[in-house]
T-cell receptor
Framework: KQEVTQIPAALSVPEGENLVLNCSFT??????LQWFRQDPGKGLTSLLL?????REQTSGRLNASLDKSSGRSTLYIAASQPGDSATYLC???????????????FGQGTILTVHP | DTGVSQDPRHKITKRGQNVTFRCDPI?????LYWYRQTLGQGPEFLTY????????KSRLLSDRFSAERPKGSFSTLEIQRTEQGDSAMYLC???????????FGPGTRLTVL
């Protein structure tokens, strides 16, 4: 059974700092990995999606890397801003033909606070 | 299409009552997923549909829960005889087949008193 773990559970940083969020998964047979942002009481917003054949994806100040063989992904946020404060979730999707294909297995999230 | 929509956004009910939530997916998406998220946790898979067929149900979906997608478009999730442990955010997502990133709705926050 796939399990996803995120470290740290919470992170508080001053504005302008670069930071790294970590995600690990137990089964490397994944189709893709996705990072989401969730604001309090809201739904999920997709930030970056990395296919299993890719090593990284970038969008603006965000960069996500994937090391499938070791079961790890990192989300790098450059020059953090107070507006980045939210919960960040990583999720993996299983391979086609498998029981996990299509559905996502989530980590518990990292609560990020960026203070001015 | 403006995205996946869910109704209601918030629901407060008393223990023992029945509740029903609705999800309207992206129109061309044939897959629809339901997830449940409790406070401080990531979402957990409940069930999914491909068109009108319910293809998988998690063990989290007790017999008090039932989901339907009668015409392969919108879906409903009903909880009978609600319990305080049912209090959570119920999220719906849709995608075309199992590919792509899928899109999530804003969720329905259920509070059982």
């Amino acid at each position: 059974k796939q399990e996803v773990t995120q470290i740290p559970a919470a992170l508080s940083v001053p504005e302008g700092e670069n930071l790294v969020l970590n995600c690990s998964f137990t089964d490397s047979a994944i189709y893709n990995l996705q990072w989401f942002r969730q604001d309090p009481g809201k739904g999920l917003t997709s930030l970056l999606l990395i296919q299993s054949s890719q090593r990284e994806q970038t969008s603006g100040r965000l960069n996500a890397s994937l090391d499938k063989s070791s079961g790890r992904s990192t989300l790098y946020i450059a020059a953090s801003q107070p507006g980045d404060s939210a919960t960040y979730l990583c999720a993996v999707k299983g391979l086609p033909g498998g029981t996990s294909y299509g559905k996502l297995t989530f980590g518990q999230g990292t609560i990020l606070t960026v203070h001015p | 299409d403006t995205g996946v929509s869910q109704d209601p956004r918030h629901k407060i009910t008393k223990r023992g009552q029945n509740v029903t939530f609705r999800c309207d997916p992206i129109s061309e998406h044939n897959r629809l997923y339901w997830y449940r998220q409790t406070l401080g946790q990531g979402p957990e898979f409940l069930t999914y549909f491909q068109n009108e067929a319910q293809l998988e149900k998690s063990r989290l979906l007790s017999d008090r829960f039932s989901a339907e997608r009668p015409k392969g478009s919108f879906s409903t999730l009903e909880i009978q005889r609600t319990e305080q442990g049912d209090s959570a955010m119920y999220l719906c997502a849709s995608s075309f087949q199992g590919r792509g990133q899928g899109l999530f709705g804003p969720g329905t926050r259920l509070t059982v008193l």
